[in-house]
């Protein structure tokens, strides 16, 4: 699929990238950034809170450019969700060029979740090498000279946070799980889910689980749970909590291109391969700044 900007996926946090060369032939050069930070929606938790202290880039021909951040470890990422960002940095003069490697430093001691079924009770959240080399999201982004570049980095948890097994750092580990999208080139998918032939049909109690909507990269896609080799790009709730009894999702900060979607209302765990149940499988064609509709009916 052809696609006008990398999805870049968090890489174990110790590996390097190759440096590339800079697109900018004047070394004094300058643009300008912003960076924000969205979640994909989860259904277990009703808070995660990411205690983030910097965000640093790393220039393909120079040194790492650190940033710090004031006042995130009081958002609860759960909040940034169906295209809601939060600032980490807006409008920072940069060089210009090639980047290889952005990176998100954690303090881990301010960092927690907490679950739906206990909200009063924050649980430790542990980010492996957090507050040393950070969450780390490789791959090539440029910043062009004399423009401003806004791009957002969806933070999936989903995907990223994980019950560990045996013994362990914290209640709950944050494994690498970061997209980084240019805002200039994206879109989003949304639409309804019908609750008496699809809802009604396919999830047990819809009061307490109403299912996921699930967007995989390219047309023609076979549908897959998460952690399996054929997963999702984000998977996201499907709710009722706008307008009760009407069930609609988002997938926001899709780049153009093609997509498949699927709703499946079995539980999904991150960490077991399991076998779902889909239906309404369909493609989807995303454009820029378009939000397209699809109805599970």
């Keep these: ?25 004047d070394s004094d050069a300058t643009g300008t950034v912003s960076f924000g930070l969205t979640d994909a929606p989860a259904t277990e938790f009703s808070n ?35 295209g809601v960002t939060e600032p980490l940095i807006t409008d920072e003069e940069v060089v210009a060029g090639n980047y290889t490697q952005l990176r998100l430093i954690v303090d881990t001691e301010n960092s927690f979740v907490t679950l739906v079924d206990n909200p009063d009770a924050p649980l430790t959240l542990a980010v492996p090498s957090g507050e040393q080399s950070g969450l780390k999201l490789q791959g090539e982004f440029v910043v062009a000279a004399d423009t401003s570049t806004d791009f957002t980095i969806d933070f999936d948890v989903q995907k990223a946070i994980v019950n560990p097994a045996g013994q362990a750092l914290a209640d709950y580990m944050l494994r690498p799980a970061l997209r980084l999208v240019n805002n200039l080139e994206v879109g989003s998918i ?84 399991e076998d779902l149940t889909f239906v309404g499988t369909q493609d989807v064609m995303v454009e820029v700044n378009t939000e397209k509709t699809v109805n599970f009916e």
Excluded: H
């Excluded at 809170?49 to 951040?69: M, N, R, S, Y």
């Excluded at 609750?195 to 307490?208: E, M, R």
């Excluded at 499907?238 to 153009?256: C, I, M, R």
């Design 1 to 25: 699929m052809n696609r006008s900007l990398k999805l870049f996926t968090v890489a174990a946090l110790a590996a390097g990238v190759a440096a590339c060369g800079s697109d900018s032939s």
């Design 48 to 82: 995660v809170t990411v205690a983030f202290t910097e965000i640093q880039l790393k220039p393909a021909d120079g040194d790492w450019i650190t940033f710090p951040l004031d006042g995130f470890e009081t958002v609860n990422l759960l909040d940034l969700q169906g």
């Design 190 to 273: 949304a639409g309804t889910v019908d609750a008496s032939t699809v809802i009604s049909t396919q999830c047990a109690d819809a009061a307490t689980y109403s299912g996921m909507v699930y967007v995989y990269e390219g047309s023609g896609a076979t549908p897959d749970d998460l952690g399996s080799e054929n997963e999702p790009l984000v998977a996201v709730p499907v709710s009722d909590e706008d307008n009760p009894g009407t069930y609609t999702y988002k997938a926001a900060f899709l780049t153009e291109g093609n997509y498949t979607v699927s709703y499946s209302c079995s539980a999904d765990d991150n960490e077991i391969d």
